[in-house]
């Protein structure tokens, strides 16, 4: 009887997540738009694998850049901030999976040369190297302004990139789901500048 039970909460699980994710407040007024495509393309998905896990400013980077960085910042606005703005990057990770399946490829974590994704791109700004307590001083002011300049930099190189691949795919639907990962995107680098302006001057 329990696995029933299971099995229908189960089934609610992708209703109630949606319903969370649009109602956290680190993200742009703008819905998601439907995720369809027009057709198949290949071409399309490798332009999109680099968005999704295949640079140092994608999705995926994102996801563990900001998730190291919430771990390792004592300050808890900035801290909760980082969260946050994780779990729209893990909205658009999931978005850009669907929309490489419905192109005709598979989400791979590799890049378009099929280079896979390396943890060493993402921006510790710690010697990932040096594990005693000490090197991780979550209250280090010069460490935490390192840490959002470097958050700052990875969503303007993000916006940039998903203006290089807008301007290089003809596929209306595709083309509204990134005008909204983009208003996401300049959301974040608004965010972060106030945080440290705010905390870091």
Known sequence: ???????EALKEIEEKVDK???????????????IKVERKNPEYAKLLL?????????ELAA??????????????????????ISMIEMNHYEVLSELITLLGEKPFLFNANKYFYSTGTIGYM????AFHEETLD????????LKLEKDILSEINAINAYNFIQKNIKDKYINK???KIIEDEKFHLRLFNTLLEKYCS
């Not at 969370?20 to 819905?31: G, H």
């Not at 979550?138 to 302004?145: G, L, P, S």
């Open 126 to 129: 710690d010697n990932p190297f």
């Open 20 to 34: 969370f994710i649009k109602s956290l407040p680190c993200q742009s007024k703008m819905p998601m738009p439907e």
């Open 50 to 58: 680099n968005a999704f896990s295949g640079s140092e400013d994608s």
């Open 1 to 7: 009887m329990e696995s029933c039970k299971d099995i």
């Open 177 to 179: 789901v990134i005008e």
């Open 63 to 84: 996801i563990l850049q900001y998730l190291y960085h919430h771990e390792t910042i004592e300050n808890e606005t900035i801290a909760n901030a980082l969260l946050c």
């Open 138 to 145: 979550k209250t280090d002011k010069a460490k935490i302004r």
